[in-house]
Structures are given as C-alpha cells and as structure tokens.
C-alpha cells in the first residue's frame, strides 16, 4: 500500500474544478475551500475536504502541518514553448530595440535560422540539459507540466536528437514535458527544393520515425508569409493526422489564415492569434480548437495582444502559454505574462487562472490534471498570499513558496539544478 499524507491546511484551495471549457467565466464560479487539506497517495489526490474533517478522518496518516497563510492551486501548465534550443539571440533583440522587425532580421538571415544554425551544431546531451535547466526553472515558479516543441533542427537527424534531447530532458527534470514535432517551422535556407517538397520530406521520413520511437505525439506547423502556406500546411497536417497525430498550429501570428487551417484540420489549440480579427474569432468560438494566446510573444516584439477578450465573449476557450523561445518571446516568465494580458485584455481572475490550468490541460488533451479533485495527479502549488486575488494583482513577481508534483515537494528554488 503506498504511504498517504495529509497536507494543510490551506487558508485558501481553488480547485478549478467544474469549469466549462469553453467561453467567458464569471468570477464567482470559482470553487473556493477555506481551511483546506489535502491527502496525498502515491502520485494522486485522494481526497480534498476541510482540514480538520480530514484530520479527524485519516488518524495515523503523516501529517505535512502548514504554518501561516497559503493558497493552493493546482500546479500550472505551460501549454506553449520551446525551451529546446542552444544560443541565443541577444544580437535580433538588440535590433529590434533599435527599429528592425522580427521579419527584417529573419530576412537578413538572423532569426529563427540562427538559432538552426546553434542547435545543430549542439550535441543531443547538451541540448538535453538545457532543456532540463529552463524546465526546472518553469518548475521552481509552480509550472508542473511544460509543452515543449522541436523546430531548430530542420533535418530529420537534426529533429530527431532535439525530440530526444526533450524526451531525455522528460526523464530527469521532475517537471512533466509533452513534445511537439514542429520540423515544419521554417523551410531551412539549406534545403534543395521548395518548401512543399521540405514538408512531404518531413512526413515521409520523419514522422514515421518520430511515431515509431513514440518521440510526440503532437504535430504543429507555423503557418505565415515567411513559413508555410495554408494550403501547404493543410496537406501536411492531414497526413500527420493520418499517422495518428493530435495537431496544433502557430496561427495569425502576423497574418489571418492560419486559424482557418487548424480548425479544418481539428487541431487541438490554435496558438498565437494576434492578427485574428472577427471572422477568425467567430470560426474558432464554433469549433473545438482551442485558442493559446501567447502574451510574451506580444512583448517580445512589441506586437498586438491577441484578443483574448473577443474570444472569450464570443464562447471560444482560452489558454495561455509563454512560448519561451530565444527569439519572439525570451523572458519564459508565464505568470507575469499571463497577469500583463489579463489587464490588457479585461481578463478576470476566473478565466485568467483556467487559463493555465484546466483550459491549458484541454489544449493538451490531459485529463488527469489543471483541476485539484480526487483521482488526480498531486499536482498542487501553493502561494503564501491571504487572498487569491493578489496572485495577479502582483502582476506574476510573487510565485509560489510551495511546489508539489506528484505528491513530492519540490525544492528547486534554492538549488543548483543545472546538471
Ligand atoms: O512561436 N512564430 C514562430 N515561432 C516562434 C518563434 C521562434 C523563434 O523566433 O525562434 C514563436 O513565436
Ligand atoms: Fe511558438
């Protein structure tokens, strides 16, 4: 039998439980118990109540007592990043502040190019403990479950070993990360033929391999000008939906026409969506594809925010992820970028915290977390605040004192975890 532990109490436990997964939230349907405990076996919660009724319930049990005020949350999760990756781009920041656009410095062969150019040259290991020192600094701030994409390799070698690196990394932070295939970034500079033949090379020779040694099960595509077409990525994504792949799409980042093709395609999330206007709300709001705004991305290149508002109102869900990356989006803090889009974009405290919880789980497709309730992963994060509402009146700078995931406390906050 495994050990059970009773843990609180908590001045405050949201559960997120029960929330609808699409459309607006008024605040008041947050699940909210005062004087919370909860116990733990194994991975799993088994049962969320009041402290006390649980303590005089479970005599005998190990007893983690809390002292002072706490407000507990499930952990968060980043449905958004890629945080596999070597170099950096200080030098296109540095232009950007000066005036040049995130396209001109692509253009100019800075970009998302560079950053191919350093990850290819990075072995599998290196990549691997990169990967694992960003995971557990996205842990250390209450993120207990992290997407993560490929995208830098642009080969199927060179994919293949970021998927790998990202699957290693998996086994050693204790965070939990989902890979994403996204060998359909950019066509490489370096490739012989046109970006149509780049992606039936990369269906026919790496997502076969990828499903084969169960590397991701998730294939995003970035559909823009200076990517691939709509046409072009709708071809690809069938076949990769034929191979059993869920699909996810970088969508309207710069231009509309990519949130088209993920809802034709059923992907999962839509992921970006700063240039969607009315059309591409009201198709997203009557479909099942989730919206990702990704606020760093926003701030990174000084960008529209997505209309997270617009989409809520008109019964679309919404996730938010950080989309840490060398280029658009550098800063990985997702907390702090969550509170900036709830001001900017009206979001209350309700949909802001679905937002990287249960809404963030759905654009993953997992079911076991996002929600503290029994039969869950012990997923749980805790805020010494009196109140939740102050988690995002500090705009993100105060995070959490205490990380649980799968029941064991994390204490990677004071810890060199770069291995
Ligand atoms: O989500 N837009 C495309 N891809 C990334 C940026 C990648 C990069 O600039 O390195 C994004 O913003
Ligand atoms: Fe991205």
Redesign the pocket.
């Given at each position: 039998m495994l050990k059970k532990k009773l843990i609180g109490p908590f001045r405050q436990l949201l559960t997120m439980d029960k929330l609808q997964i699409k459309g607006a939230l008024p605040d008041d349907v947050l699940e909210i118990i005062e004087d919370a405990g909860i116990v733990i076996e194994g991975d799993f919660i088994e049962r969320i109540d009041k402290f006390q009724v649980l303590f005089d319930e479970y005599q005998g049990i190990e007893i983690e007592k809390i002292s002072g005020s706490y407000v507990a949350l499930p952990g968060f999760i980043d449905p958004?990043t890629?945080i596999c990756w070597a170099g950096n781009r200080a030098i296109d920041y540095a232009m950007r502040l000066a005036g040049k656009s995130y396209i001109e410095i692509a253009k100019a062969g800075g970009g998302i190019w560079d950053t191919v150019i350093k990850t290819r040259a990075a072995s599998e290991q290196e990549l691997s403990n990169i990967t694992v020192y960003r995971a557990n600094q996205l842990l250390k701030d209450g993120i207990t479950t992290i997407e993560v994409?490929s995208g830098y390799g642009l080969t199927v070698d060179d994919e293949l070993k970021m998927l790998r690196a990202i699957s290693a990394a998996d086994k050693i932070t204790e965070a939990d990360l989902f890979s994403t295939c996204l060998a359909a970034h950019i066509c490489p500079k370096d490739f012989w033929g046109s970006s149509t033949d780049y992606l039936a090379m990369m269906a026919e020779q790496l997502l076969p391999k990828v499903k084969e040694e169960g590397l991701a099960n998730r294939v995003d595509i970035f559909i823009e000008d200076s990517a691939f077409s709509p046409e072009e990525a709708l071809d690809y994504l069938m076949e990769a939906r034929k191979m059993g792949f869920e699909i996810v799409v970088?969508a309207d980042q710069f231009t509309t026409g990519g949130s088209k093709i993920a809802t034709e395609a059923d992907a999962i999330s839509a992921?970006h969506l700063e240039a969607s206007e009315e059309n591409e709300i009201k198709l997203l709001a009557s479909k099942n594809t989730i919206p990702v705004a990704?606020p760093g991305?926003s701030i990174g290149l000084a960008d529209p925010f997505t209309p997270a508002r617009r989409l809520l109102d008109a019964g679309a869900s919404l996730a938010i992820g950080s989309?840490w990356?060398p280029g658009s989006a550098p800063m990985g803090d997702l907390l702090v970028q969550a509170a900036i889009l709830s001001m900017q974009q009206k979001l209350n405290t309700a949909e802001t915290l679905a937002a990287i919880t249960c809404r963030a789980a759905a654009a993953l497709d997992l079911k076991d977390r996002g929600v503290l309730k029994e039969g869950n992963l012990a997923d749980i994060i805790a805020f010494r605040l009196e109140d939740y509402r102050e988690i995002l009146y500090n705009q993100g700078r105060v995070k959490p004192e205490m990380v649980i995931k799968k029941g064991i406390k994390i204490s990677s906050r004071d810890k060199n975890i770069m291995t």
């Open positions: 958004h890629h994409k970088h992921d990704l991305a989309d990356n």
